[in-house]
C-alpha cells in the first residue's frame, strides 16, 4: 500500500541547492517487493545524488553498509516495521543486531495500540530501550499518525524526546495516511528546538518537500529523490517545464 502524493502549490519562494536538499533526504528503499538489484539500484541512486542516509529494510543492511562504505551517505534502517506491535525485547535485540551489521540510523515504529490505548508510559519506556541499544546513533520515531488523534499524537511526541530519541517521524508510508502540513505543525510546536522533524508518506515532489520544510520538518523519507532533485536542478537552471509543475 502506497499512499497518495502531497498536492501542495508550486513552490515560489528561494530554491536552496542541490546539496541543501540532498542532505534532508532519506533515500527509501523499503517496499517489500524490492529485489537485491532493485536494492543496489536504489543504494547507486543515494551515492549519486548524495543523500543524507539511505533507509533500507533489516535484511539488507549488511549490503548497503558494504555499498555506502567510504561514502557520506549513512545506512539506516527500519525496527518493529511496519505495524509497530513487536514486542519491547525484540525492537531491542533487532536493534543491536541491525547496528552490528553497520546501522547508523534507526527509524523505529512505536506500539501504535499502546498509545491509542493511553499507555504513554509503554510507548516512552520502549523508546527509551531503543536508544539505549542504538547507542548515540539517531533514532527516529514513527508515531502513523494517521490512526492517533491530536491528543495521542502530542502526548507521544513528548514522550519521545523524554526517552532521547532524535527525530519524531509522521508514519511508515504504509498506512492510510502519510506526512500532512498540519502533522508537521503539530510536532515542530510539540517538541523542541533539540529534536527534528521528519516527513514520510506521500512526499514525491519538491514543491511537497520545500512546504514541508518550511513548516519545520528537516528530514525526509522520499522514494522519488532523483525526480525531485533532477526537478531543482532544472529550476535552478531556470527551466520552467518540471514534472512538479505540470
Known amino acids: 500500500m502506497s499512499v497518495a502524493s502531497i498536492d501542495v502549490p508550486r513552490w515560489e519562494g528561494t530554491l536552496p541547492s542541490r546539496e541543501e536538499v540532498a542532505k534532508m533526504i532519506d533515500h527509501s528503499l523499503l517496499r517489500p517487493e524490492l529485489t537485491p538489484a532493485e536494492v543496489e539500484d536504489g543504494l547507486a541512486t543515494a551515492l549519486e545524488y548524495r543523500t543524507a542516509s539511505v533507509c533500507v529494510r533489516p535484511a539488507d543492511v549488511a549490503a548497503a553498509a558494504t555499498a555506502l562504505r567510504g561514502s557520506r551517505v549513512r ?4 525496527v518493529g516495521f511496519p505495524h509497530g506491535g513487536s514486542t519491547m ?12 551489521l553497520g546501522a547508523e540510523e534507526i527509524d523505529m ?5 499502546r498509545l491509542r490505548g493511553g499507555d504513554v508510559a509503554f510507548v516512552q519506556n520502549e523508546i527509551a530501550a531503543v536508544v539505549q541499544a542504538a547507542e ?6 514513527i508515531f502513523e499518525n494517521a490512526y492517533l488523534t491530536d491528543q495521542y499524537k502530542t ?12 527525530f519524531v517521524k509522521t508514519s511508515t508510508g504504509f498506512a492510510p495516511g502519510g506526512a500532512t502540513a498540519a502533522d508537521i505543525a503539530l510536532m515542530r510546536r510539540t517538541v523542541s528546538s533539540h529534536m527534528q522533524v521528519k516527513a514520510a508518506g506521500g512526499v514525491r515532489t519538491l514543491d511537497a518537500l520545500l512546504h514541508m520544510h518550511r513548516l519545520g520538518a528537516t528530514r525526509f523519507g522520499a522514494t522519488a529523490t532523483a525526480a525531485i532533485l533532477d526537478d ?3 529550476r535552478r537552471n531556470g527551466n520552467p517545464l518540471t514534472a512538479s509543475a505540470q
Open 75 to 78: 545506512v539506516g534502517t527500519v
Open 232 to 234: 531543482l536542478e532544472s
Open 109 to 113: 515504529v512505536i506500539n501504535i495500540g
Open 89 to 100: 525485547q525484540a525492537k531491542v535485540f533487532e536493534t543491536t543486531e541491525l547496528i552490528c
Open 155 to 166: 502526548a507521544g511526541y513528548k514522550a519521545a524526546e523524554t526517552a532521547g530519541a532524535a
Open 136 to 141: 548515540g546513533r539517531p533514532v527516529k520515531v
